[in-house]
């Protein structure tokens, strides 16, 4: 069975999702309010690769950047911000659109994991990044939700 990364059109398809999330997150203006302090040059290429990884591509963003403890502490301590979650989600569902991939159950797929992913997995520590233990793994997400 092919991977829902494969779906997604592999690293070239799941670049072009983060380049039109993080496009439409940018112009939003409750959502843009977290890259005011600017973002790493090449991030939505790491988003992309996270994305990969959890969808069930390589291992490309824990071979090169971090692992799932770094992610979350990247998005921990800054309390809880359950509007932004939701446009977060929205611009997620857009960009799902602009790029093309809107056929079920695909769709479905990745929305599900990116409400989860923004949710839940990135939401646990909201009063701070030093609750973040070490060593998390990036979760993995199937055509079945989280393998667990």
């Not at 959502?31 to 790491?46: L, M, Q, S």
């Not at 932004?84 to 602009?98: K, S, V």
Request: aromatic residues 10%; proline residues 3%; negative net charge.
């Amino acid at each position: 069975m092919q991977s829902v990364y494969e779906a997604a059109g592999g690293a070239a398809g799941l670049l072009r999702l983060a380049e039109a999330w993080h496009s439409r997150v940018l112009a939003d203006e409750v959502v843009g309010h977290a890259f005011t302090g600017g973002v790493h040059p090449r991030h939505t290429e790491r988003l992309a690769a996270y994305w990969a990884e959890a969808l069930g591509g390589p291992t490309t963003f824990s071979d090169r950047y971090g692992d799932e403890s770094s992610v979350v502490r990247m998005h921990s301590g800054n309390g809880r911000h359950e509007e932004m979650d939701r446009r977060a989600i929205a611009c997620f569902d857009a960009a799902l659109h602009d790029v093309g991939l809107t056929a079920d159950p695909l769709r479905t797929v990745l929305h599900d994991y990116f409400a989860w992913a923004t949710t839940d997995a990135m939401a646990r520590y909201h009063a701070s990044a030093d609750d973040v233990p070490a060593g998390l793994t990036i979760p993995r997400w199937s055509w079945d939700g989280l393998r667990r």
